[in-house]
Structures are given as structure tokens and as C-alpha cells.
């Protein structure tokens, strides 16, 4: 089992910056961020595997977004810069212990965190 704890989340006007932080409760294989906006279906953002740092991202926050993690491998975090309307979403760190599918595809991942809301105003 993974528990897995965000925070960070909130609001902020378009061109603002937000940092989202995730705690692991053990070593995972990868560690990713997915985000559902209102109606809308979950999506991968960023994700890193935790033993070699290789990071994945969304065409969509490419440039914007930076995913990183402490040298505990266990604490992800998201960097959100240059945010606009669109990136509201409610927030999700996700993980798995094993490979089991591409990194930013919901089903790759067995372990989520509760979520935390991003609002950008504009």
C-alpha cells in the first residue's frame, strides 16, 4: 500500500504561480499528476520515475509546469507557473510500485492521493 498526501493547492489569477507537494508513504516506481477539471475527464500533467528522474509532461503544460522530487524520492512536487483559466482542476498525485502502463495514463497507477483544488481567475 501507498498513501499519498497533496498539498499546495488554491486560488490564484491568470499568470500566477502555485506549487503543489505530494508525500509518499514508501518508494514508488513512478509518481505522476493528473488533474480533472469540472466535467471534464481525468488527465496525466507530469510524471517522473523515481529512480532515474526521467520526466513525461502534457503538450499542455509543457514549459508552464515543472515536476521534481526531494532526494528521499518520496515527496513530489509540481511547479505551476503561468497559469491561466484552463488549468483549473482538482489536483491528484498519483503512484505505483511497479510498471504497469505509460506514466500519464490514469490506469498505469494504483495509488492516489485525495486531491487538492487549483482555481485560476481570470
Known amino acids: 500500500q501507498v498513501q499519498l498526501v497533496e498539498s499546495g493547492g488554491g486560488s490564484v489569477q491568470a499568470g500566477g504561480s502555485l506549487r503543489l507537494s505530494c508525500t509518499a508513504s514508501?518508494?514508488?516506481?513512478?509518481l505522476a499528476w493528473f488533474r480533472q477539471p469540472p466535467g471534464k475527464e481525468r488527465e496525466g500533467v507530469a510524471g517522473?520515475?523515481?529512480?532515474?528522474?526521467?520526466?513525461y509532461y502534457a503538450a499542455s503544460v509543457k514549459g508552464r509546469f515543472t515536476i521534481s522530487q526531494d532526494n528521499d524520492k518520496k515527496t513530489l512536487y509540481l511547479q505551476m507557473n503561468s497559469l491561466n483559466p484552463e488549468d483549473t482542476a482538482m489536483y491528484y498525485c498519483?503512484?505505483?510500485?511497479?510498471?504497469?502502463?505509460?506514466?500519464?495514463?490514469?490506469?498505469?497507477?494504483?495509488?492516489w492521493g485525495q486531491g487538492t483544488q487549483v482555481t485560476v481567475s481570470s
Open positions: 498519483a503512484a505505483n510500485r511497479r510498471y504497469a502502463g505509460r506514466i500519464l495514463e490514469a490506469g498505469s497507477h494504483d495509488y
Open positions: 514508501t518508494f514508488t516506481y513512478y
Open positions: 517522473i520515475y523515481t529512480g532515474t528522474s526521467d520526466m
